[in-house]
């Protein structure tokens, strides 16, 4: 079974930078498809990004690309969420979740299609 846990996560100003990480198995991290989805209150879970961290596979939602970026640790058998010039409406619980379907499918943009799940974390960014 897949079972991620996350780290990362506070409070931090508009403009700040976070990093956020998922702990997977290196099995995981290599035959498996990687996302970040996020979640505020009263809004559904969007999908932030997703990648295949053996390559080449990444894409972005329009409201993050540019500012978030992906990253991955074999060694450590960790995926990171890098987030730059953070916003208010970035404010959410950030979840990492991964899934054995191709990370090119469209249907992954819904998070229903992803079937593993981290615990999720809050961020939090004021102005």
């Known amino acids: 079974q897949v079972q991620p846990v996350q780290y990362g996560g506070g409070s931090l100003q508009t403009g700040g930078s976070l990093r956020l990480a998922c702990v997977v198995s290196?099995?995981?991290?290599?035959?498996?498809?990687i996302g970040w989805f996020r979640q505020a209150p009263g809004k559904e879970r969007e999908m932030v990004a997703r990648?295949?961290?053996?390559?080449?596979?990444?894409t972005y939602s329009d409201s993050v690309r540019g500012r978030f970026s992906l990253d991955r640790d074999f060694e450590k058998q960790t995926v990171y969420l890098q987030m730059d010039n953070l916003e208010p409406e970035d404010t959410a619980i950030y979840y990492c979740?991964?899934?054995?379907?191709?990370?090119?499918?469209?249907?992954?943009?819904?998070?229903?299609?992803?079937?593993?799940w981290g615990q999720g974390t809050q961020v939090t960014v004021s102005s």
């Open positions: 979740a991964a899934t054995r379907l191709d990370c090119t499918d469209t249907t992954l943009t819904l998070a229903q299609s992803w079937d593993n």
């Open positions: 290196v099995d995981t991290l290599s035959g498996f498809c």
């Open positions: 990648f295949l961290p053996a390559g080449p596979f990444s």
